[in-house]
């Protein structure tokens, strides 16, 4: 069956350090995957998407790699801040789904001072 | 403006009832779906609708009744609430049709609680 892995539960860091987060995927070939920002009592926010023939994209602080071949995505923000603190959501999707998103558990990262 | 709304935001109510979650998109948008995402934060596909036709149908009770009044607006009705429908709900929508994909819009998310 599909799976998909984010690497921690909960990630701490120090401020201006720079977070990097897991995704990993078993028994699926996205066409597409995103990364997306939740925050308590709200809905997911888009942050990227990198398409199946892509290797990287960027976005300001954001950076995000894609590896078909290692089944993994890896997330990473540049000098994190405190307001970087939020749940990070992997999401996975293909034709198969009609393009619905399949989402890993979150990683919740904590940026402290 | 809100892109995309849902009604109530939180909803409280006894097992056996019969429920309706509402959600409105002003984005133009042709593909809107329902996510549940329960207890452990594991956010999960329900329904997807494109132009007002259901396309996707996870493996969902069918207690749940998505339906679709126009491109706009995709609403959850529940009949017969269990204890285990008590999680947040979300409705997303995107401007892609079938083919292709794009970002998805979520909704604040409705809380419902069976008690």
């Known amino acids: 069956s599909q799976k998909i892995e984010q690497n921690s539960e909960a990630l701490n860091i120090q401020e201006g350090k720079t977070a990097t987060l897991t995704c990993n995927y078993t028994?699926?070939?996205?066409?597409?995957l995103q990364w997306y920002r939740q925050d308590p009592g709200r809905g997911p926010v888009f942050l990227l998407l990198?398409?199946?023939?892509?290797k990287e994209k960027r976005k300001e602080r954001l950076k995000v790699t894609f590896d078909t071949t290692l089944k993994q995505s890896l997330f990473h923000i540049t000098a994190s801040q405190p307001a970087d603190s939020a749940t990070y959501l992997c999401?996975?999707?293909?034709?198969?789904?009609?393009?619905?998103?399949?989402f890993g558990k979150g990683t919740s990262l904590l940026v402290t001072p | 403006d809100t892109a995309v709304s849902q009604t109530p935001k939180y909803l409280v109510t006894q097992m056996g009832n019969d429920k309706s979650i509402k959600c409105e998109q002003n984005?133009?948008?042709?593909?809107m779906y329902w996510y549940k995402q329960d207890s452990k934060k594991f956010l999960k596909i329900m329904f997807s609708?494109?132009?007002?036709?259901?396309?996707i149908n996870e493996t969902v009770p069918n207690r749940f009744s998505p339906k679709s009044p126009d491109k706009a607006h995709l609403n959850l009705h529940i009949n017969s609430l269990e204890l285990g429908d008590s999680a947040v709900y979300f409705c997303?929508?995107?401007?892609?049709?079938?083919?292709?994909?794009?970002?998805?819009?979520f909704g604040p998310g409705t809380r419902l609680t069976v008690l």
């Open positions: 609708y494109n132009n007002k036709e259901l396309i």
């Open positions: 990198i398409r199946e023939n892509e």
């Open positions: 997303a929508s995107t401007r892609k049709s079938r083919g292709v994909t794009d970002t998805q819009y």
């Open positions: 028994n699926y070939s996205p066409a597409y």
């Open positions: 984005l133009g948008h042709d593909t």
């Open positions: 999401a996975l999707s293909n034709s198969n789904s009609g393009y619905a998103l399949n």
